[in-house]
């Protein structure tokens, strides 16, 4: 189990003084990719090597916010590898060890030339043990297509994408946020997202965003006709 104390700072949070929900998937990002260094899966023998880490889905569970100036302890460890994709958990507790955030996802590691899924990206790299924790949550399936309204368009520019060219993870989540204005998230919080990053965006691209507008929301970003993400988001009242 890797942990890491993270101090959640001003920038780091809302109006409310609570975590945004992009900065918890910024501190689960960063926590991934610190432990992936130490289990010799980081960067000398992925992007080195012509591969990168792509996240599949996310599911994450929130009981409490945590707010400014409070430090948290950020928790991952990898699932037992299906096939070549491989299963992270994250944990996030307050000090006195008490379980606020909790999230499951699932990777693979992309060819970074052909864009395609490496089937056996481990043959030269010693193999990392999984673990399993009782906080574990499952990892969800598909995403029930609904029908969905347009709501805007959002272009990608340059502070959106990532070391790999494509959109950030998180990024994602902030278009899905974006979808309602800070009056909304006044009298609503959110308790609980999935996402499922369907095909990578690159820059310059056009976004299309389409969600049902309900307190248990279904959201779809379409590009040039397909879809290229798809998230379940839940609200509840303050």
């Given at each position: 189990?890797?942990?890491?104390?993270v101090?959640v700072?001003?920038?780091d949070?809302?109006n409310h003084?609570?975590?945004k929900?992009?900065s918890?998937?910024?501190?689960?990002?960063?926590?991934a990719t610190?432990?992936?260094?130490?289990i010799?899966?980081?960067?000398?023998?992925?992007?080195?090597?012509?591969?990168?880490?792509?996240?599949?889905?996310?599911?994450?569970?929130?009981t409490?916010?945590?707010v400014?100036n409070?430090?948290?302890v950020?928790?991952?460890?990898p699932?037992?590898?299906?096939?070549?994709?491989?299963?992270?958990?994250f944990?996030?507790f307050?000090?006195k060890?008490?379980?606020?955030?909790?999230?499951?996802?699932?990777?693979?590691l992309l060819?970074?030339?052909?864009r395609?899924?490496?089937?056996?990206?481990?043959?030269?790299?010693?193999?990392?043990?999984f673990?399993?924790?009782?906080?574990?949550l499952?990892?969800?399936?598909?995403?029930?297509?609904?029908e969905l309204s347009k709501?805007?368009n959002?272009r990608?520019?340059y502070?959106?994408?990532d070391?790999?060219?494509?959109?950030?993870?998180?990024k994602?989540?902030e278009?899905i946020i974006?979808?309602?204005?800070?009056?909304?998230?006044?009298?609503?919080r959110?308790t609980?997202?999935?996402?499922s990053?369907e095909?990578?965006?690159?820059d310059g691209?056009?976004v299309?965003i389409?969600?049902?507008?309900?307190?248990?929301?279904t959201?779809k970003?379409?590009?040039?006709?397909?879809i290229h993400?798809k998230?379940?988001?839940?609200?509840k009242?303050?």
């Amino acid at each position: 189990m890797y942990k890491e104390k993270v101090l959640v700072t001003s920038i780091d949070v809302d109006n409310h003084l609570e975590l945004k929900i992009s900065s918890i998937f910024k501190f689960l990002q960063f926590v991934a990719t610190n432990h992936a260094e130490t289990i010799h899966v980081g960067q000398a023998d992925t992007i080195d090597k012509g591969m990168c880490w792509v996240v599949i889905k996310m599911y994450v569970e929130i009981t409490r916010l945590p707010v400014l100036n409070e430090e948290i302890v950020v928790t991952t460890h990898p699932g037992q590898t299906k096939g070549f994709f491989f299963p992270r958990y994250f944990q996030i507790f307050d000090k006195k060890g008490n379980l606020l955030i909790n999230a499951s996802s699932m990777w693979c590691l992309l060819n970074i030339e052909s864009r395609k899924v490496e089937t056996h990206p481990f043959n030269n790299i010693k193999q990392f043990k999984f673990e399993t924790s009782k906080y574990d949550l499952p990892i969800f399936g598909r995403i029930e297509d609904k029908e969905l309204s347009k709501i805007e368009n959002r272009r990608v520019r340059y502070n959106d994408i990532d070391l790999n060219g494509h959109l950030n993870n998180v990024k994602y989540i902030e278009y899905i946020i974006d979808l309602h204005n800070k009056e909304y998230y006044d009298k609503y919080r959110v308790t609980n997202l999935l996402v499922s990053y369907e095909k990578e965006i690159k820059d310059g691209q056009l976004v299309t965003i389409y969600s049902d507008n309900q307190l248990e929301e279904t959201v779809k970003g379409v590009v040039d006709g397909t879809i290229h993400f798809k998230a379940v988001i839940s609200h509840k009242e303050r």
